[in-house]
């Protein structure tokens, strides 16, 4: 895909994260937003992945360690075919497959049950472990909130990573400042993130998480890595696309009223409008 149909799905994306959080009165748009382009990215351009086969043994792995954020996963999974994107409206509702946090025997593509923040790096580690040992070539891609890498089993698995050169992995840091509390690094620095990945042996890559040039290149190099695991630090707007959400620690787990869902929605069709025109 190029860059522009890539933004014009991520706005796809971004208005299926509004509608499922409005649908269900609760959720996290936050940062299920600010890391749209780079999950729309993965899932329309990056790994090696079929919607009809979502368990072929031989497909990349996506593990949402900030499994809270499941909105913008299952606004990609739908848009890219997995399940209907009507199915978005009915998030945590009663009967519904998609739960409040991804739950890998209920909806179709989810490769890890995640939630409880911190454990979802070492879920993927192992997956990455095991192709060695399997001698499969699937790449397994891991992403963190700036805020979960606060939890001490993070750095746990990204010693052992490190310490086996799991250059299979790529783990990803959805860097925008802010988690339930306030700023990141108010509340327990983790600065800088890039020179502690340095230390347990990652080679590490700095970007902006809303360029798709960027993290384009950034997975390349990650491919071209040979000796060690790679983490991309992508610095992000929290409730990017959203005006009134951007930057602000408020929107990490609120759902919006019907007038800002309103609101919301004629931003993001604004946009769509505008590229899909520019797209013709």
Not at 119 to 148: F, H, I, W
């Amino acid at each position: 895909m190029d860059n522009k149909q890539l933004e014009i799905v991520a706005t796809k994306v971004r208005k299926g994260i509004l509608s499922a959080v409005h649908s269900a009165k609760s959720g996290h748009p936050g940062g299920s937003l600010s890391a749209a382009d780079m999950v729309t990215f993965l899932y329309f351009e990056e790994m090696n992945i079929d919607p009809t086969n979502p368990k072929d043994p031989n497909r990349d792995r996506f593990v949402l360690s900030k499994g809270h954020t499941c909105p913008g996963l299952y606004s990609v999974l739908a848009n890219r075919g997995y399940f209907p994107v009507e199915d978005l409206v009915t998030l945590r509702k009663l009967g519904s497959h998609l739960q409040g946090h991804p739950c890998m025997t209920h909806t179709p593509g989810i490769d890890m049950s995640t939630g409880s923040l911190g454990q979802g790096l070492s879920a993927g580690v192992g997956m990455a472990l095991a192709a060695k040992l399997d001698n499969k070539d699937y790449r397994v891609n891991v992403l963190c909130g700036d805020g979960e890498i606060q939890e001490g089993q993070i750095w746990e698995a990204a010693m052992f990573a490190g310490h086996r050169k799991l250059n299979n992995l790529t783990v990803i840091i959805d860097n925008n400042d802010l988690q339930i509390d306030g700023r990141v690094g108010d509340v327990c620095s983790v600065y800088p993130i890039d020179e502690k990945f340095e230390a347990f042996n990652f080679n590490v890559i700095n970007i902006d998480g809303h360029n798709f040039d960027e993290i384009r290149s950034a997975f390349k190099a990650a491919r071209e890595c040979t000796d060690k695991p790679t983490a991309i630090v992508m610095k992000t707007l929290k409730g990017k696309g959203v005006s009134y959400m951007e930057d602000k620690a408020g929107w990490h787990g609120k759902a919006p009223n019907d007038e800002e869902f309103e609101l919301g929605l004629k931003e993001l069709d604004d946009k769509l409008s505008t590229l899909e025109g520019g797209a013709q």
